[in-house]
């Protein structure tokens, strides 16, 4: 484990002890798995804008790919146009790969910053959600069994929490130990050195956005499921969320730096924050900004005691 790593685990055990000592109910098995069942939608993503951030861009249309996935996957299971759970996830993941390809396609061959190509990239699938919709959504009755998926449990755990640890595990692996995750890496801490050495930045930028449509439009059909409702304004200002759980991780903004555990323990660190809020009694209104405040907070211890270390870690070799 990192030192920064390390560093968050301290932050996120010192945060559920404060919340849990301010009320106990806080701390138990069936409230974390209720945490983690609720915050699906920001980590499953967090995986993706992770990818993105390394690589040194930004994607601020992913809660807008996510709406879009969720809304068409919801209207075509209300007016019987699909009847499979599979066949929806199907199609959730390619409409995710459109976006997501498209988006890459704008940055990585037409050389448009990330932050213009995804701003237009989130009205334009937002507006498609609207147009999709007509005026229409898609309630717990119009869903039929789909709803009921997310309500599944495997060894007494909810199948969308499964569904999250094996996207972390898989891209564990991908970042680690494959040659596609070195290129990212690459790309992210010199892009111009990495076209030099033979690597195809283009592709690589077109792979990495496709990868994070493909997640977008995974939650977007989880989101369905999970809440019984399909809508076009849902999950607006999501992808703040997700970037903030990457920098809560450690992920650089500026690529090449960053990692599937930091990535992990960001996303929970939010979760907690966002679960701990309401049960402390802190009223709806201020809730946001006490959020914000935490989550400035969380970076400065994070940065803080990581610093410490390095410091103690530097002394070690001066001896």
């Not at 007509?134 to 755990?157: M, R």
């Amino acid at each position: 484990m990192q030192k920064r790593e390390l560093s968050l685990v301290i932050v996120l055990v010192l945060l559920i002890a404060v919340v849990s000592f301010v009320n106990p109910s806080f701390f138990t098995i069936d409230n974390f798995l209720d945490i983690l069942k609720n915050n699906v939608v920001t980590l499953i993503p967090t995986l993706g804008m992770l990818m993105v951030l390394l690589i040194g861009g930004i994607d601020i249309s992913i809660a807008s790919t996510m709406a879009l996935a969720g809304m068409v996957v919801g209207l075509l299971l209300k007016y019987n146009k699909i009847e499979s759970t599979l066949l929806a996830f199907i199609i959730a993941l390619a409409i995710g790969a459109v976006c997501g390809c498209l988006m890459g396609t704008i940055i990585g061959l037409g050389n448009v910053p990330p932050i213009i190509a995804t701003m237009g990239g989130m009205y334009i699938f937002r507006a498609l959600a609207y147009i999709v919709g007509d005026s229409q959504w898609a309630g717990a009755e119009a869903l039929g069994n789909y709803k009921d998926f997310a309500l599944k449990n495997i060894c007494g755990v909810n199948v969308t929490i499964w569904i999250t640890l094996l996207c972390y595990i898989l891209f564990f692996i991908l970042l680690k130990w494959t040659k596609f995750g070195r290129n990212i890496y690459a790309v992210g801490s010199n892009a111009e050195a990495a076209q030099i050495s033979g690597i195809k930045v283009a592709r690589v930028k077109i792979a990495v956005y496709t990868i994070m449509g493909v997640l977008c439009g995974l939650t977007g059909a989880l989101n369905t499921s999970i809440y019984a409702s399909a809508q076009p304004n849902s999950l607006t200002g999501k992808e703040m969320d997700v970037i903030a759980a990457c920098v809560i991780g450690g992920v650089s903004m500026s690529g090449g730096r960053g990692t599937v555990a930091g990535s992990l323990l960001g996303g929970l660190v939010l979760a907690v924050i966002a679960k701990a809020l309401p049960l402390i009694k802190i009223p709806a209104i201020a809730q946001n900004t006490i959020k914000g405040v935490l989550i400035v907070v969380v970076i400065i211890v994070n940065v803080i005691t990581q610093r410490m270390m390095n410091k103690r870690a530097l002394a070690r070799r001066e001896m």
